[in-house]
């Protein structure tokens, strides 16, 4: 299936990847053993701190699909064969502030990860090995990534993962980070 599909534009990428193996993770699609893992990653209050609250897990049992999150530009995190997290790789909207150019469209890097896999490396090592893939399958191509500022966290892993810091802004009533990775493109 092409990466063209409604709802997510990443170009010519063949999608699904193959699975992308790290020291210790694997990125790969979701399946449906992954569906209670995305329920508590949702209704976590710990994860929902900084994207408006946690939903309600009696929501999301309702709503979550037997596949849960199947789509071009969405990775489950795999350790040890259970699920511990998610990183997506996404058009930014348009209509949001932070944005490259008057095109707008870039891709932009998101991820949650259960509370109980914080502190080990783990989200860096998976967006690491995100972007080595997305470098390789769109050359060239930036990414960003949005934060709050509050988010301690997830700054200095902007940072730790080679970010840059392009303009701060007022959304969602908080302060947010906007910065940007370029891959690095071998002399030519």
């Known amino acids: 299936m092409a990466a063209d ?4 534009n990443l170009g010519p990428v063949a999608w699904p990847p193959a699975p992308i193996r790290t020291e210790r993770l694997v990125l790969r ?3 449906a053993r992954d569906r209670a893992a995305v329920i508590e990653l949702f209704a976590s209050p710990e994860v929902g701190t900084y ?5 309600p897990r009696a929501e999301l049992e309702r709503s979550v699909p ?4 199947r789509r071009p530009g969405l990775f489950v995190v795999e350790l040890d064969g259970a699920m511990i997290g998610m990183v997506t790789l996404d058009r930014r909207d348009s209509a949001r502030p932070g944005h490259l ?7 932009e890097l998101g991820y949650l990860f259960l509370p109980a896999a914080w502190g080990f490396g783990y989200t860096a090592e998976a967006c690491a090995a995100a972007l080595g893939w997305f470098a390789g399958a769109l050359p060239g191509e930036p990414v960003v990534l949005c934060t709050q500022t509050a988010n301690d966290r997830s ?3 902007a940072a730790k993962l080679g970010f840059t810091e392009v303009e701060r802004f007022e959304e969602f009533g908080a302060e947010q980070w906007f910065g940007v990775w370029s891959p690095v493109t071998p002399p030519g």
């Open 29 to 31: 699609e979701p399946e």
């Open 101 to 107: 150019g008057p095109d707008a469209g870039e891709a």
């Open 5 to 8: 599909a409604p709802g997510t």
């Open 155 to 157: 700054v200095r892993l």
């Open 51 to 55: 994207l408006g609250g946690p939903r």
């Open 66 to 69: 037997a596949v849960p999150g």
